[in-house]
């Protein structure tokens, strides 16, 4: 028995399954052999196996390990919760059996919330008790006290008395060893009135020799010698020799410590036999001891001091045992401490692991977003970069769009051309001449600073400069404006003088060194969201190369032009573009615009 | 026959008036020139002229100078200028009837033509009012108006507008005190000489004066509601700029 023999007269009332059952080898080889018939892994075996392992227990504890475990497996793969439990609490007994309380506790904890998710009250209420034992092993009283009082609700929940009264006198025994006297006393008589409303005379016998221990304690001998004859009569009665032996060792006892050795005498006397008869070491030297006392009271020296020698000899055995069990128990403790501190240690490892990659996670947070700020003020300097040259493009653009259109060329041969009409006294045509040259004049110095306006307000433009060409070269140009039906004139917006350019080449360079009458056409269409210029002349076609001068003067207005076109195409998101084609007869030059109206 | 006098401080100018008046159809007397503001108030004491042809720079000086030195108006003015764009802006605010140099001989026909059309001199001497009160208001919201009717003329503060609506060749005007007014102008003179920040061209056929928004509702190119109650259609491509312009 390893079970620690500290409250050496209280009769416990604890209960593992088959736990006074001794085991019977017929018994056990009539269960193997059922087993073996029955191989299906269902739930018949199961039962089988905790059954077997179970009338085990005592016999060969080991053994039953690995039937458990196939239960567990089966009942795992089936499901079948019930079974779990059951193998769980078997596994608990087990290595309750073999004093390893650490694997009986998991065991039996595992099986109790098992048993909660079933509420198999009957199985929780066993496994609770069971809990209540070890931890009242370890001394762990609060634990123990948690787990008897949670056994004594299930117990009264099911209505269960004999549970209920096991469960009342288990709390009571915990209390009486933390020398709680008044609270053990009230459980003991609560467990004492409902055995003997069961009827119960083991229990009411039990029951009534734990309350005399505890009045003895209380140092109230009379009431505990009252109680014990009372526990020692009963339990004659239904033949229980360990409450009998226990109660008349007690009895004695009491009476020693009273000096009636006589009486003494006798009841150590009858302790001492009945003890031997069932093996009982402990009470055995206890009785020793008693008649030591008394046979040294009546004179009788050589019989007390053999009385004595029994008495050590039989103490030292038991306490060798004792401090066996002792030991065992504080292994165990160290054990579970060591464990403890492992488990504490493997937490704070898994906390600081847990810290190092929050800290981990937030640096790289960090650093993302100080990266993101950095790359995206980078690319914003980028973009502003580029927005400022783009302005500075446009701003330049508008400048040489100017001086394109009021270039040197045109405003001196003006000049001289106005200078001609005097010279030659053709004062009015002079002056119709000044007149449209200051008109012009003023409205692309007007027109410049826009950066569109009407189409119909352009082509006034237009013909106003062919106008004044016109006159310049004698009447011999012409020109027609056809703009498209599908065109509000009034209503959609173009770059000022985006033609003049081109139309300025087509005179000085297609039709003045042409002989005979030039033409110009100017046709104006709408291509989608694209608006379509073409002009057409019929003059002397491109310039030769080796005409550098006049080329680079045509160019760097075409150049202008497109650098305009660009920037539009850039604004509008729609890409612009000219084309400029020699035909069989003068030039053609198209241009495409992103097409805008103003309303 | 009507008495003209110039005011010019160039005589080119001077001379080149002087001969395309003589070679007019319309029977102009020219009845003497100068060319600083002292002359001129003399002469236009003892000369009483019914036309004066009047340069805006004159030398350090101005036309308008001349012109808020007078006790009276009571001529028509035609001012001549090779170009000022705020003069031009300011002359037009009246109303009042400019050339440009060098001066054309058909625009000055159109202008004779107007001037013989005037029904009265109390409407230059108005225009003129608008004029100086303009100058002397440097408030841009507060400005004075000419607006040009089929009748004659009608003076207004712009805050009184609350809107324009063009019908062809001419436009209403409603006022705040509910009065539709109809101008022999187009939409777009209107627009082009209102200052943008207090006016603004929602439509085609609508220009409408910002501070009399109350509320802009959202759809293609939604619509507004003006103090007046009547909603005023956007046009899409107008949407944009218009709300940048009542965020600002």
């Not at chain 1, 390893?100 to 199985?123: E, G, P």
């Not at chain 1, 009431?223 to 009569?233: F, G, H, S």
Request: glycine share 4%; hydrophobic share 40%.
């Amino acid at each position: 028995m390893p079970r620690p023999t500290k409250n050496k007269y209280c009769i416990i009332l604890i209960c593992l399954v088959h736990f006074f059952g001794a085991s019977q080898q017929n018994k056990l080889d009539s269960l193997k052999n059922e087993l073996q018939a029955h191989a299906l892994k269902d739930t018949i075996r199961v039962g089988l196996l905790i059954k077997l392992a179970s009338e085990m227990t005592y016999s060969e504890p080991n053994q039953g390990f690995s039937l458990i475990e196939e239960a567990l497996t089966i009942s795992k793969k089936n499901k079948w919760l019930k079974g779990e439990a059951l193998a769980q609490r078997q596994k608990g007994n087990l290595y309750y059996v073999l004093a390893d309380n650490l694997n009986a506790l998991d065991a039996y904890q595992q099986a109790l919330v098992l048993s909660k998710k079933i509420t198999d009250k009957q199985l929780e209420s066993s496994i609770l008790s069971n809990l209540g034992n070890i931890h009242a092993d370890l001394k762990e009283y609060d634990q123990a006290l948690e787990n008897y009082h949670a056994y004594l609700e299930t117990s009264q929940a099911m209505g269960n008395r004999a549970e209920e009264i096991k469960a009342l006198s288990n709390i009571a025994i915990i209390y009486n060893d933390t020398e709680n006297f008044k609270e053990g006393v009230s459980y003991l008589k609560k467990a004492l009135e409902l055995a003997k409303l069961e009827k119960n005379n083991l229990f009411v016998a039990a029951i009534t020799n734990n309350l005399a221990l505890a009045q003895k304690k209380q140092d109230k001998p009379q009431k505990a010698l009252e109680n014990y004859q009372k526990a020692a009569d009963l339990a004659q009665i239904i033949g229980n020799k360990y409450i009998e032996a226990s109660a008349l060792n007690s009895i004695g006892e009491i009476n020693a410590l009273l000096q009636n050795y006589a009486v003494a005498e006798t009841y150590a006397d009858r302790a001492l036999s009945i003890s031997k008869e069932i093996g009982a070491v402990e009470w055995q030297a206890d009785s020793w001891k008693v008649l030591s006392s008394a046979y040294e009271n009546k004179g009788e020296t050589a019989g007390a001091l053999n009385a004595y020698k029994e008495y050590v000899t039989l103490r030292d055995s038991v306490l060798s045992e004792e401090k066996k069990s002792e030991l065992t128990r504080k292994e165990m403790q160290f054990q579970m401490e060591r464990q403890q501190a492992v488990a504490n240690e493997e937490i704070k490892r898994q906390q600081l692991v847990k810290n190092i990659y929050l800290i981990g996670a937030i640096l790289l947070v960090l650093l993302a977003v100080l990266g993101y700020y950095i790359y995206k003020r980078r690319r914003d300097e980028l973009e502003k970069k580029k927005t400022a040259e783009f302005n500075a493009k446009v701003s330049e653009t508008e400048l040489k769009a100017l001086r394109s259109q009021m270039n040197p060329h045109f405003i001196f041969n003006s000049l001289n051309s106005i200078s001609d009409f005097i010279s030659k006294n053709d004062i009015q045509q002079a002056d119709d001449y000044l007149v449209k040259f200051s008109r012009l004049t003023r409205a692309i110095l007007e027109n410049s600073e826009k950066k569109s306006i009407p189409l119909n307000e352009d082509l006034e433009l237009m013909e106003l400069y062919m106008q004044i060409e016109a006159i310049r070269l004698e009447n011999k140009l012409h020109h027609k404006i056809t703009i498209d039906q599908d065109i509000e004139p009034n209503n959609t917006l173009v770059p000022p003088l985006i033609l003049q350019p081109f139309i300025e080449n087509s005179i000085w360079h297609g039709i003045a060194p042409k002989n005979g009458d030039g033409h110009i056409d100017i046709k104006i269409k709408k291509e989608g969201d694209m608006l379509k210029y073409v002009v057409d002349d019929n003059g002397v076609g491109q310039p030769k190369k080796n005409m550098s001068e006049k080329k680079s003067n045509g160019s760097y207005g075409i150049k202008i032009t497109k650098s305009r076109i660009d920037i539009l195409s850039h604004l509008k998101n729609k890409k612009g573009s000219i084309n400029l084609m020699d035909k069989p007869e003068g030039v053609r030059v198209e241009i495409t615009l992103p097409l805008e109206l103003q309303f | 026959m009507l008495k003209a006098l110039i005011v010019d401080d160039e005589q080119h100018c001077i001379d080149r008036l002087e001969r395309l008046l003589e070679s007019s159809t319309y029977n102009i007397q020219i009845v003497g020139y100068c060319k600083t503001i002292d002359e001129a108030k003399k002469e236009i004491v003892k000369n009483t002229p019914d036309i004066l042809f009047l340069d805006v720079q004159l030398g350090n000086e101005t036309g308008f100078d001349l012109l808020s030195q007078l006790n009276s108006i009571d001529f028509e003015v035609i001012f001549t200028t090779s170009y000022d764009k705020y003069a031009l802006k300011a002359i037009k605010f009246s109303a009042l009837d400019y050339l440009l140099k060098p001066i054309d001989n058909t625009e000055l026909d159109n202008a004779l033509q107007k001037l013989r059309q005037q029904r009265s001199l109390k409407e230059a001497s108005k225009k003129i009012d608008v004029l100086f009160h303009n100058f002397k208001e440097s408030n841009a919201s507060s400005k004075r108006i000419a607006i040009p009717t089929v009748e004659g003329f009608s003076m207004m503060d712009t805050k009184e507008i609350i809107r324009f609506q063009s019908d062809t060749n001419y436009t209403h005007i409603y006022t705040l005190s509910q009065k539709k007014i109809t101008a022999s102008k187009t939409i777009k003179y209107f627009e082009e000489i209102l200052d943008e920040n207090m006016f603004f061209r929602v439509h085609k056929s609508h220009l409408v004066n910002l501070d009399y928004i109350k509320t802009y509702t959202k759809g293609k190119g939604g619509y507004i509601t003006l103090s007046d109650k009547t909603k005023i259609e956007v046009a899409v491509r107008r949407k944009d700029e218009l709300l940048q312009k009542l965020r600002a």
